[in-house]
């Protein structure tokens, strides 16, 4: 991890106060990142391992889920997700979908369907689409600091994270990357895509 990304995270950290909620440390974790990370990149690289990063200045949108949990939870992702997939690889899309014949420690927790995998093996799913079409919305009600997926045009796994929760889930504010950087955006803005599933961390925590 070099200085920049060591420094950037230390400012997210500042924004989350112990005596907030996990939910709400995470979502100002989460909106700790909007004008850090400014561009999005999805290609390969290597990082170190545990605790590895690419520069904060540019990620996709897994990365931005990633960076909350370090910087608000202290929980390492990267770390998480691989030890899993160690145990449990056959579990995991890996193989299927990106012809992998054993975990990597540099991409596996940067894909939306791992995070999905993980999160569901760890309890932490509220909600599944069972339909296949578009048009799917989530059930309320959404909670601050919970994890939302999405199919982007029926094709593109993506992920962010309900930084403000709203009486009308429409009416919520998430954060994601979707190409331009870490940015906020209305929940409704979303309604043109599928929704795919439903998240709270920590596993258990009440609706």
């Known amino acids: 991890m070099d200085r920049r990304t ?27 990142q909007v004008g850090i990370t400014t561009s999005y990149d999805p290609l390969y690289t290597h990082l170190t ?18 960076r909350a949990f ?21 579990d995991y899309p890996a193989r299927k979908t990106w012809g992998e014949r054993t975990p990597d420690s540099s991409i596996d927790h940067r894909r939306v369907l791992n ?8 309890g932490a799913r509220l909600w599944m689409a069972i339909r296949s079409t578009a048009g799917d919305a989530f059930p309320p009600p959404l909670a601050t600091g919970d994890i939302v997926t999405w199919l982007l045009d029926a094709r593109l ?43 709270r961390w920590p596993a258990g925590q009440p609706r």
Do not use: W
């Open 6 to 32: 060591f420094l950037a995270g230390f400012a997210a950290a500042a924004f989350t106060p112990a005596n907030l909620t996990p939910g709400e440390r995470l979502a100002a974790a989460a909106r700790a």
């Open 49 to 66: 391992y545990p605790n590895g990063d690419v520069d904060r200045s540019k990620g996709v949108c897994a990365d931005v889920i990633i």
């Open 70 to 90: 370090r910087d608000a939870l202290a929980l390492d992702l990267q770390q998480l997700v691989h030890e899993d997939m160690l145990k449990h690889f056959a």
């Open 115 to 122: 995070l999905e995998t993980y999160f569901t093996r760890e």
């Open 157 to 199: 796994p993506h992920i962010g994270m309900i930084v403000a929760a709203a009486p009308v889930n429409a009416n919520a504010r998430v954060v994601h990357n979707i190409g331009r950087g870490t940015e906020e955006s209305a929940l409704a803005e979303f309604q043109p895509h599928r929704a795919i599933a439903h998240y």
